[in-house]
Nanobody, 122 residues
Framework: QVQLVESGGGLVQAGGSLRLSCAASGRTFSTMGWFRQAPGRDREFVAAIRGSVSSTLYAESVKGRFTISRDNAKNTLYLQMNSLKPEDTAVYYC?????????????????WGQGTQVTVSS
C-alpha cells in the first residue's frame, strides 16, 4: 500500500522558516511535488523534483525562498521554506507521480498525502 505522510507544519511568524517532510512508503517515485491549498482557493503547485540528479521546478511565488529536496535512501521528500509570508498560509500536500514527467499540474500526480497546515502570522 502506497502512503505519503507529511509532517513539519505549524504556526510561524512572517519572515520565519519551516521544513516540511513527506515520508513515502510502498514504492518510490521518480517525480515528487509539493502543492498547497489556501481556504477558498484552488490547489496550486509549489515545487517538484525529479530523478537521481534531482531536477527541480518551482512556482514563481516561492522561487528563491523555498527549496525542495529528497533523501532517496529514506524515501523522503522535503520542503525548506524560508522568508515565509502570510500569503504562504495553506495546507501543504506532497504528491508522487508514476511517470518521469515533472509538471505543475496536479492531475498528473497519482498519489497524495493528507496534508499539513502551515500558518504564517503577520
Amino acid at each position: 500500500q502506497v502512503q505519503l505522510v507529511e509532517s513539519g507544519g505549524g504556526l510561524v511568524q512572517a519572515g520565519g522558516s519551516l521544513r516540511l517532510s513527506c515520508a513515502a512508503s510502498g514504492r518510490t517515485f521518480s517525480t515528487m511535488g509539493w502543492f498547497r491549498q489556501a481556504p477558498g482557493r484552488d490547489r496550486e503547485f509549489v515545487a517538484a523534483i525529479r530523478g537521481s540528479v534531482s531536477s527541480t521546478l518551482y512556482a514563481e511565488s516561492v522561487k528563491g525562498r523555498f527549496t525542495i529536496s529528497r533523501d532517496n535512501a529514506k524515501n523522503t521528500l522535503y520542503l525548506q521554506m524560508n522568508s515565509l509570508k502570510p500569503e504562504d498560509t495553506a495546507v501543504y500536500y506532497c504528491a508522487g507521480e508514476l511517470s518521469s514527467r515533472m509538471t505543475m499540474i496536479d492531475r498528473t500526480y497519482n498519489f497524495w498525502g493528507q496534508g499539513t497546515q502551515v500558518t504564517v502570522s503577520s
